[in-house]
């Protein structure tokens, strides 16, 4: 078992910044790939962004070119820096981890609020 916790939310005004961390209580680099999804008020939750094994990444369209993923498996630590926010960019964002049997491991989430 993984347990995977986000944190780095909060409010930001629109073009706003913000960094999420994934903190993962054991050794990132055995997933297969991680990712974060985000859940709007009243959507469903959708794909943000997926960073592989081999450190290849992919973007949902709305997402490519102002937000980036990265992990550090020293730290057992991915991220998600989010660079001009915009109000439709709230939501829950949640982490999460798929070992090498794709067995998915997920955090609780951690609210982002743009808004001015």
């Known amino acids: 078992q993984v347990q995977l916790e986000e944190s780095g939310g909060g409010l930001v005004q629109p073009g706003g910044s913000l960094r999420l961390s994934c903190v993962a209580s054991?050794?990132?680099?055995?997933?297969?790939?991680m990712g974060w999804h985000r859940q709007a008020p009243g959507k469903q939750r959708e794909l943000v962004a997926v960073?592989?094994?081999?450190?290849?990444?992919e973007y949902e369209d709305s997402f490519k070119g102002r937000f980036t993923i990265s992990r550090d498996d020293a730290k057992n630590t991915m991220y998600l820096q989010m660079n001009a926010l915009k109000p439709e960019d709230t939501g829950v964002y949640s982490c999460?981890?798929?070992?090498?049997?794709?067995?998915?491991?997920w955090g609780k989430g951690t609210l982002v609020t743009v808004s001015s």
């Open positions: 999460y981890a798929a070992d090498q049997f794709l067995t998915p491991y």
């Open positions: 960073i592989k094994n081999d450190r290849s990444t």
């Open positions: 054991g050794r990132i680099d055995r997933m297969n790939n």
